[in-house]
C-alpha cells in the first residue's frame, strides 16, 4: 500500500474488491506531467495519472473497450472528485497474461 497515497489506495481498493485481480500493478506517473494539463500547478504531491496493468478472470468474454469501461466506472469518483486525470491500462484475462508472458 502507498502510504501517503490516497488516491492510488482507493483505486487499488476499488478494483481489488470488484474485479479481484490475480495481478494488479498501479504506477503513479504524475511527476512527468507535473505543469500539463490536470496539473498546470506543478504540484509534486499531486495524484493525477497512472498507469495500471489488470489481470481478471471478471474481464473472460469482454472486448478491450468493455474492459476499459468497467474499470472507468469503478473509477467514476476519482475521475469527478479527486482529481483523477489520465488512466493508461493493459486490462488482461489470466490466460491472456500468461500467454504475454512467454513472449
Known sequence: MNVGRPLANSMRKKISDALKPSVLEIVDESWQ???????????????????????????EGLNQVKRQRKVYQLLEEEFNEKGLHALQMKTKTPEEYELSAKK
Open 33 to 59: 506531467h507535473a505543469g500539463h494539463s490536470g496539473n498546470p500547478s506543478g504540484d509534486a504531491s499531486a495524484e493525477t495519472h497512472f498507469n495500471v496493468e489488470i489481470v481478471s478472470e471478471m474481464f
